[in-house]
Structure formats: C-alpha cells, structure tokens
C-alpha cells in the first residue's frame, strides 16, 4: 500500500495563476481532507469530503476548490494563487471516525510558495 | 472553533514525564492526537471518543474528560524519539467525521539527552 500520496511536494507559483494539488489514497478511506499548515498556526482545515461526489467547506475555504468524482482522488485547485497561500498543504484521509478508526493517514505534504 | 493547547513548549531531560493539555470550548464527539517531526507529516497516536475513556499504549497514554471537554496526553520516562510538535484534534458532537477535524496550534516538545 502507497497510503496517501500527494504531488507534487514543491511548487513554486506566480500571483494570479492556478494550480492543481493531487491527492491520491489506495486504502478505500471514505473521508478525505485537505489542510494548510503556516508557522504557529497548526493544521487549519480547507475542505473535506465524506464520500465520492460530497465535499464541505473547513475553516479556511476561500480561493480553493474540490471535487470527490472518485473515493482515491481528492484534488484542491487553487483558482488565482496569491502570496497569502505560500504555505505546506497536506492531505489526509480517514476509513471511518464514527468507530474511532484508525485516526488520519497524512500524505507526505506539498510545501507552495506563491510570489 | 480551535481547541487550545497547553503549554506551547516544554524541554525536559530523557527519562522525564510530560503532560499535553488540549481543552475545547464546544461539545465533543471525539479528540485525536497526532506527533510531528520537522519536515514530516503528522502521525496519528490515538482517538478517543466520547464517554471518557482512557487509552494507552507503550509510555503514552491519553485521557479524555467529556464534561470538561478536555484531554491530555502524557508521555512517561521520556525517550529522544518522542520530540517534536503534538496536535490534538477534535471533532464536534456530531461525530462520524460530518464536521471535520479541527487541530489545535501544537506543543512542541523537546527532549534532551
């Protein structure tokens, strides 16, 4: 098992471009998550989804999109990068929290950095 | 809402005992504690759920207050290998993963020979 892979793990972008970050999981988890991680503010959450074709907004939604067409994939778009979205985005899934599980498996992270 | 971590920091000497506090101001279905390295992804340690249970295993353990809406993590005779920052996480009273995971800031945790 891959568990959650994420690409790519660096990216550079300019102000006002767009970008896909990828999220695959092989463990047939329902829940899947993306967060974004700056310096003394831990893990905030930006969107996740309980199921293929079901996503939700987190804490911090504003100027990401997701879409769940698969239970592998979950992809964030960022629609018009800006600097304050430089930051290290992890995605996370999850086979079920209603029984406890397993808690989140993290992917490896994508550090972005917007200029 | 985010959950607060007590302290921000702690250093202690190998072999040394640690206690994390993670307290929320909403009613919780359910506390997760994760440890990261510096440039890794966070790893999950243990979920408790609601009804105050206490969990364990090898020297760290964790416990969860449902009244108080609090939980600690502690961390007995202190190995190199447990440095680095701890999350908790909580999710609100609606459980099975309908509202997400909201993380606290982090205790970062150093341990010296």
């Known amino acids: 098992n891959a568990g959650v892979t994420q690409t790519p793990k660096f990216q550079v972008l300019k102000t006002g471009q767009s970008m896909t970050l990828q999220c695959a999981q092989d463990?047939?988890?329902?829940?899947m998550s993306w967060y974004r991680q700056d310096p003394g503010m831990g893990l905030r959450l930006i969107h996740y989804?309980?199921?293929?074709?079901?996503?939700d907004q987190g804490e911090v939604p504003n100027g990401y999109n997701v879409s769940r067409s698969t239970t592998e994939d979950f992809p964030l778009r960022l629609l018009s990068a800006a600097p304050s979205q430089t930051s290290v985005y992890f995605c996370?899934?999850?086979?079920?929290?209603?029984?406890?599980?397993?808690?989140?498996?993290f992917g490896s992270g994508t550090r972005l950095t917007v200029v | 809402q985010q959950p607060v971590q007590s302290p921000q920091a702690v250093i202690l000497r190998e072999g040394e005992d640690a206690v994390i506090n993670c307290s929320s101001s909403?009613?919780?279905?359910?506390v997760h504690w994760y440890r990261q390295k510096h440039g890794e992804a966070p790893v999950f340690l243990m979920i408790?759920?609601?009804?105050?249970e206490q969990k364990g295993h090898d020297k760290i353990s964790a416990s969860f207050n449902e009244k108080k809406q609090q939980s600690s993590l502690y961390l007995t005779a202190s190995q190199l290998s447990y440095s680095g920052t701890y999350f908790c996480?909580?999710?609100?009273?609606?459980?099975?993963?309908?509202?997400?995971?909201?993380f606290g800031k982090g205790t970062h945790l150093i341990i010296q020979p």
């Open positions: 996370a899934s999850s086979y079920s929290l209603a029984t406890g599980g397993d808690g989140y498996t």
């Open positions: 463990m047939n988890h329902e829940y």
């Open positions: 989804s309980v199921g293929a074709g079901i996503t």
């Open positions: 909403k009613a919780l279905y359910s």
């Open positions: 408790l759920l609601k009804g105050g």
């Open positions: 996480g909580t999710e609100g009273q609606s459980g099975g993963g309908a509202d997400g995971l909201t």
